[in-house]
């Protein structure tokens, strides 16, 4: 290249240099306020303490508080205002209809807040996919509400924790997951609470859905692929606001061999309601049909 139309390429490029550079100061300032999300912590492996790093599988469930959670993790203030409150502090395995309840009425409550944005819920990976259904079922708002939940705790070699929770506060603080019902964040996909399902006892990708993901978070970014169009929070028919206890229902599951015994002992045991859980499309063994007429027949009288 000739001198002058180098040294004029150089000039040119430190005008660009320096209007970009404008341009990112005017872009800083008028950056939108980081939007509010509150934590939920209710315990499970995300909270999760093993002996050494190598302790992936074997550990204590819901030894870690969510300050030490959010404090663990600075990356969150760069998507949030971020606080955290400790709901429970169990194993996921040991959630009981009361904590159910409670859980629903303090998110209910906070989605009503105007100065909430968003609200995040650490849970243990075992009935995460309870909760989530029946937030979707019961929780009247279109605020995004993302339950997160890891397959290693966070002292174990690539621990998935700290990904899954910034991924989280992101889609909870994002517009765009507003209305689309309870979220899950793992493995960097965004399930659907109405449809996700733990379907490996040990893998960061153990949670799908048949229906496959609702969308991606990347780098804080969603990147959606479908919507529920499912009846879900806002049109629900059901209201945590209304709902102060919830009636004994037990579920009996049949297989190939099923004999009557458990669902003789439910039918006996005073429950409102039993749920058969019958293979293919709920079909139901023809030595059950009679038990199962018979338990609802006693149930009415
Ligand atoms: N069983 C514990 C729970 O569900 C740990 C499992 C987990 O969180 O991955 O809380």
């Known amino acids: 290249m000739h001198i002058s139309s180098r040294f004029r390429a150089l000039a040119a490029g430190a005008a660009l240099l320096a209007a970009g550079a404008i341009a990112q100061a005017q872009t800083t300032q008028q950056q939108p306020a980081l939007p509010n999300v509150m934590i939920l912590a209710t315990g ?6 093993g ?12 030894k870690v508080g969510v300050e030490k959670l959010i404090a663990g993790l600075p990356e969150l203030s760069k998507v949030a205002n971020v606080k955290g409150e400790q709901v429970f502090q169990v194993a996921s395995e040991s959630m009981t209809n009361e904590h159910l309840l409670a859980l629903a009425k303090r998110v209910s409550q906070l989605a009503r807040q105007p100065d909430v944005d968003g609200i995040v819920i650490t ?4 009935t995460v996919e309870e909760t989530a259904y029946f937030l979707t079922l019961t929780v009247h ?11 290693r705790p966070g002292t174990a070699l ?7 929770l910034y991924d989280a506060v992101a889609v909870a603080g994002s517009k765009d997951a507003r209305s689309k019902g309870v979220l899950l964040t793992m493995n960097d ?6 449809d996700v399902s733990k379907n490996v006892n040990i893998v960061p990708s153990a949670f799908s859905s048949q229906w496959g993901p609702l969308g991606m978070v990347v780098e804080g970014k969603n990147y959606w692929f479908r919507a ?35 669902l ?24 059950i049909v009679p038990r199962l007429q018979a338990a609802r027949e006693a149930a009415r009288s």
Do not use: C, W
């Open 44 to 49: 499970g492996t995300i909270a999760g303490a």
């Open 189 to 194: 996909t965004i399930q659907s609470g109405r």
């Open 141 to 151: 708002t279109d605020k995004p509400i993302v339950m997160v939940a890891s397959m």
């Open 158 to 164: 690539s621990a998935d924790g700290a990904l899954n």
């Open 228 to 262: 529920p169009v499912k009846r879900h929070t806002m049109n629900s028919e059901f209201d945590i606001e209304q709902i102060t206890a919830l009636p004994p229902v037990e579920i009996v599951y049949s297989y190939a061999g099923v004999s009557a015994t458990a």
């Open 51 to 62: 002996a050494s790093a190598l302790n992936s599988a074997t550990y204590a469930a819901a």
């Open 264 to 287: 003789d002992a439910v039918a006996k045991s005073g429950v409102k309601a039993i749920i058969h859980g019958g293979p293919g499309n709920g079909s139901v063994a023809d030595r």
């Open 123 to 126: 849970h243990g990976t075992d």
